[in-house]
């Protein structure tokens, strides 16, 4: 797996170096609106793909470039997710994200980041008070949150107002869950676009 992995980021960098951004130097627009629809699953990564697509949310955020080109950015997003079976969240999370060009117009993501998950239960619950259970609803915990992820999208830049498609899939590691539990994984496949207005 490491092999592999290494061999990933190896070509990635190759065909960095070999093909252009696809854009001038420099030209990269600042904060453009970042649409997702997100589907959430409580599972390791590449686990049970198909119960992703049962617990549908939506995303927005904007991202800032760190050089100037659009192949080194800080991510900012928010998102809300329903899930009927472990409950629905909102997460607020920012990502570094690394953008290598495979061709001229499409391109590679590797994000990193930290962030902080507000999750509910699905049914109301209890909890044992001297010697008496008392409901504490569908009130949830707020959850420390590490997403990594990776990502395939194309970017045609353009001087005028842009779109730039993407597909994304999120491994999000949670602390905190329960003391029985101190790590859960989730993951996140997500659909969606960066508009890239006209300044």
Known sequence: M????LLFLMSCWFMNSISGQGEPAKSYRNYPLVITLQFHSLSMPFKNLKANLSNIGIGIGTEVSYN????????????????????????????????????????TELKLGAGYMLTSRPTQSFRQENSEWKSVGKK???????PVGVSLGHNKYSEGTYVSPFVSYQFVLLKGYNES???????????GSRIHFKQ
């Open 68 to 107: 100037g080109n659009h192949n080194w950015v800080q991510q900012f997003n928010l998102m809300w997710y329903r899930n009927k079976n472990v409950g629905n969240g909102v997460f607020l999370y920012s990502q570094a994200v690394w953008r290598p060009t495979i061709t001229n117009n499409l391109y």
């Open 2 to 5: 490491k092999q592999k992995l």
């Open 181 to 191: 539990i101190p790590l859960v994984p989730e993951t996140l496949l997500q659909v």
């Open 140 to 146: 949830g915990k707020g959850l420390f949150a590490l």
